[in-house]
């Protein structure tokens, strides 16, 4: 039987080749995987990060809209992952929108704006 780590890295490994099959040119980044005490559910946080297949064309998807298409695809991930991990017990797989990324934009944004307005004097 594998352990927590090996199963959490075998989540995001999976996770991850499925999202990128089923959104081709979308940037989109499976940012970590948790995997419960017993194994039994696993979250896999999922990043949209913006790029030149985002500059405004009608074809790009938001971070919530993408999230909504991937969570349909969460049965294709655990069967996927069935087939990887050959076990008896394969955990459920839930996907969250990861926005540290955003938070950390807006800060990066904040802190930027409060420099400049120090420096105009």
Aim: proline share 6%; hydrophobic share 35%.
């Amino acid at each position: 039987m594998r352990k927590r780590p090996q199963v959490a890295a075998s989540v995001h490994k999976t996770a991850a080749r499925v999202l990128q099959a089923e959104f081709p040119g979308q940037y989109v980044t499976v940012t970590g995987a948790d995997v419960s005490p017993d194994t039994s559910v696993a979250t896999v946080w999922v990043s949209v990060l913006p790029g030149p297949a985002q500059g405004g064309s009608p074809d790009a998807m938001e971070g919530e809209e993408l999230l909504a298409q991937a969570q349909s695809l969460e049965g294709k991930i655990h069967r996927a992952l069935a087939s990887d991990l050959q076990r008896r017990r394969v955990p459920e797989v839930t996907l969250k929108l990861d926005t540290s990324a955003r938070h950390a934009q807006a800060i990066e944004d904040t802190l930027r704006e409060t420099r400049g307005d120090e420096g105009v004097t």
